[in-house]
């Protein structure tokens, strides 16, 4: 069974200071990777796929790096609207497999 | 374009009583997926959908849980009777590639 393991549980950061989030996986034959933010009250937003090892993806602040253990979401200078859930998933087929995910709250 | 939307919003229901919640996914998105998180917990998958047809219901709980995808469409989740344990925030998300998935907000459904 696929098992996704995220820490940490909470972070919190001063705006500006850039910090790392851990998604820790195992799954048989990995489809890929992904990388949502959650808001409360609201759905997963997508942000990354990452496919093979030594893949990196960006966007804004967010910068997503994969080896073939885990993977690592990177937060640079954050501001206080980064403030939000981001959840890790594997898919070795179709399905996702979740992570606990980390609260990060970015204060101003 | 308009995203994957799910209704209502919220549901609070007694024991014993019967639910269904709709899924509007991404129009020309043949994957569509159930999820639910209970609380405390991981996301967890419930069921996938291609097109009509169920390709995988392996995380339905038990067989008070009932999904159909209408015509390709729009698909629901019934639960019939609702337990309490059914508590939760059951998530909708639809695929073109059966890889990104994209989510809905949600329906946070409350059994009393």
Redesign the interface.
């Known amino acids: 069974e696929d098992q ?1 393991t995220q820490s940490p549980e909470a972070l919190r950061l001063q705006e500006g200071e850039s910090s790392s989030l851990n998604c820790s996986y195992t799954v048989s034959g990995l ?2 990777l ?1 990388w ?1 933010r959650q808001d409360p ?6 942000l990354f ?1 990452l496919y093979s090892a030594g893949e990196e993806k960006e966007k804004e602040r967010l910068k997503a790096t994969l080896t073939k253990k885990e993977s690592f979401l990177h937060i640079t200078a954050p501001k206080p609207e980064d403030s939000a859930t981001y ?1 890790c ?1 594997v ?1 070795g087929d ?8 980390t609260t990060v709250t970015v204060r101003a | 374009e308009a995203g ?1 939307t ?1 209704f209502p919003s919220h549901s609070v229901i007694e024991k014993g009583q019967t639910v269904t919640l709709r899924c509007d996914p991404i129009s020309g998105h043949d ?1 569509l ?1 159930w ?1 639910r998180r209970v609380m405390g ?5 419930l069921l ?1 959908f291609v097109k009509e047809s169920k ?2 219901e392996s ?1 339905m709980p038990n067989n008070r849980f009932l999904a159909e995808r209408t015509g390709g469409t729009y698909s629901t989740l019934k639960v019939q009777p609702a337990e309490l344990e059914d508590s939760g925030v059951y ?1 909708c ?1 639809s695929s073109p590639s ?9 329906t946070r459904l409350t059994v009393v």
């Open positions: 996704v489809r890929g992904f949502y009250g609201k759905g997963p937003e997508f796929t959840l998933a898919s179709y399905k996702l497999s979740f992570g606990a995910g | 994957v799910q994957n997926y999820y917990k991981e996301i967890k998958f996938h390709q995988d995380g998530f998300a059966s890889l990104e998935a994209f989510f809905g907000q949600g």
